[in-house]
């Protein structure tokens, strides 16, 4: 009786314990949910600076560059906008997972039976074989080919179906706050030596000097010269923050193509950082921000990334 007691609450521990770690289904792209607080804060970013760009900021440049501005800023954007929805929308799985179909959820790793998550070019969740440089993504709980990182930005893997897409999103956003940098530090310097060459159109000549168009030239709006100062210095700082992330980015891809076989874990680049350090390295290390995605699979131990890189060195 005692044995049969025993053996209904050992089942019913085991039962309630695999209740509470649930298979869970692969993310097929960047806008598989749940979706990322990095992702809405990159596409809030990117349209607020283009509305201060195209509404604000290039009108006030002198009628004959403005043409020109307008062209070379638009061109950039809509470069930067259709590359970011690719990076974001490719899926960057393996062909055989891609194959599934994510037609059922991904097993749980059990540490018992196996060592490691990828083993002889086999993995042990998406339950097929993969190449050599595939590494079984955590967040995105599916087999990357090519992996190169994670991002939270895009809330989506990096690998070699939509690397490329990636790395013109970073050169593209990189230009663009350049010139928007650049225009910025125009409007400023002029303002305090010659406020007359940045109020060029010829609606300023009804309105006060303390007075200034926004939206021109199709909806004109009138504000006063501290909120135009305060929108600038707004926006100076936010395009700075951004330029500093997405260069530093830039740099390390820049470094990173030079080496023989980026995408590897022997790459001395990658060498000391984890896989998914790479994209913003400043901020990605947040201890409660990888505590919830590491949460729940249970019985892992360090990186999911590394794990699948030890096991293609050992394989
Ligand atoms: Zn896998
Ligand atoms: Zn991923």
């Not at 085991?14 to 097929?28: G, H």
């Not at 210095?233 to 891809?253: R, Y």
């Amino acid at each position: 009786m005692d044995l049969c007691g025993r053996s209904q609450r050992g089942a019913l521990r085991e039962a309630s314990r695999k209740q509470a770690s649930p298979r869970r289904w692969s993310r097929v792209n960047g806008w598989s949910w749940p979706l990322h607080t990095f992702q809405a804060v990159a596409w809030t970013t990117l349209f607020v600076l283009a509305f201060a760009n195209f509404g604000i900021f290039v009108p006030l440049l002198p009628p004959n560059w403005n043409l020109v501005i307008y062209g070379v800023t638009g061109g950039l954007f809509c470069f930067h906008f259709v590359v970011h929805l690719l990076a974001i929308s490719i899926d960057p799985a393996e062909t055989n997972v891609r194959l599934k179909n994510y037609s059922e959820p991904v097993p749980t790793f059990d540490p018992s039976k196996h060592t490691h998550v990828i083993e002889n070019q086999y993995c042990h969740l998406c339950e097929v074989t993969v190449n050599k440089k595939a590494k079984h993504c955590r967040a995105c709980n599916k087999c990357v080919s090519d992996f190169d990182h994670h991002c939270k930005w895009l809330n989506n893997c990096v690998g070699g179906r939509n690397y490329r897409c990636f790395f013109c999103s970073l050169v593209s956003a990189s230009a663009s706050l350049l010139f928007l940098i650049t225009i910025l530090l125009y409007v400023f310097i002029q303002y305090f030596v010659s406020p007359e060459e940045v109020r060029t159109h010829p609606l300023y000549e009804d309105v006060s000097k303390d007075t200034w168009l926004l939206f021109l030239p199709l909806f004109p709006v009138k504000t006063k010269t501290l909120v135009v100062l305060g929108i600038g210095v707004f926006v100076l700082l936010l395009s700075a923050l951004s330029l500093l992330l997405l260069g530093h980015l830039l740099i390390f891809h820049l470094f990173l193509s030079m080496c023989p076989d980026p995408h590897s874990s022997l790459c001395p680049l990658r060498s000391n950082m984890a896989q998914d350090e790479v994209c913003w390295p400043l901020l990605e290390t947040s201890t409660s921000d990888k505590s919830q995605e590491e949460t729940p699979l249970e019985g892992q131990q360090g990186s999911f990334c590394s794990e699948a890189c030890r096991g293609h060195e050992r394989a």
